[in-house]
């Protein structure tokens, strides 16, 4: 599948204009992940990305966890797509569903998902309310402030060391990927 194709599929499923740019900021963090991590991937993850939510309008998920992820590759599989890596990476993020990380795109995505929304947190503090204005030093101070942003999950965002990098990793590429499509994503 191609970036294309999935982002055909993404615009048939999602109307709401948040979920739409939380994709785009996860999609940009895990091909910035997948650079780093596994640079023959960089597409497939960014895929991953991209469509990691696809159910979010499709399921009641809000009550119960556990359908969020496997409706998502119902979807792709009533769409054509035969593709068990990107799959298990849309369902390992997460574990609720009851599928957990084992391979890098799976933790990565794991982590990915909740520092975008920490990453537009801490940007949304900012007078100006631009990425281009934090600094990864300011994540992480806000990261040890646990009622900051108190619904991204941490641990998933430190889940990221499973696959050999570290937290300050994660937010390196977060603030350089989400801020080249800043633009885009309003900040």
């Known amino acids: 599948m191609t970036r294309e194709e999935a982002h055909t599929i993404l615009m048939k499923y999602m109307e709401g204009e948040n979920y739409i740019l939380h994709s785009y900021a996860v999609e940009a963090i895990m091909r910035g992940l ?3 991590l596994d640079p023959d991937s960089v597409e497939k993850w960014g ?6 939510d696809l159910d979010e309008e499709q ?3 809000r009550n119960d966890m556990k359908v969020h992820g496997p409706t998502s590759v119902e979807i792709l599989k ?3 797509v035969e593709d068990q890596e990107l799959f298990d990476a849309i369902c390992a993020h997460n574990p609720k569903c009851g599928v957990k990380a084992k391979t890098p795109i799976q933790y ?11 990453v537009k947190a801490v940007a949304q503090i900012y007078p100006d309310k631009k990425i281009a204005s934090v600094k990864p030093k300011s994540v992480l101070k806000r990261f040890n402030e646990m009622r900051f942003a108190a619904g991204a999950n941490r641990d998933y965002m ?4 499973f696959t050999g990098l570290r937290l300050e990793d994660l937010v390196d590429v ?3 990927e989400m801020g080249a499509i800043s633009d885009t994503l309003g900040l």
């Open 174 to 176: 977060a603030l350089e």
């Open 59 to 61: 399921c009641d998920w």
């Open 108 to 118: 990565a995505l794991l982590a990915a998902d909740p520092m975008s929304g920490f």
């Open 34 to 36: 997948a650079k780093r």
């Open 47 to 52: 895929i991953a990305g991209l469509l990691h």
């Open 158 to 161: 430190e889940a990221i060391e």
């Open 78 to 80: 009533k769409e054509g």
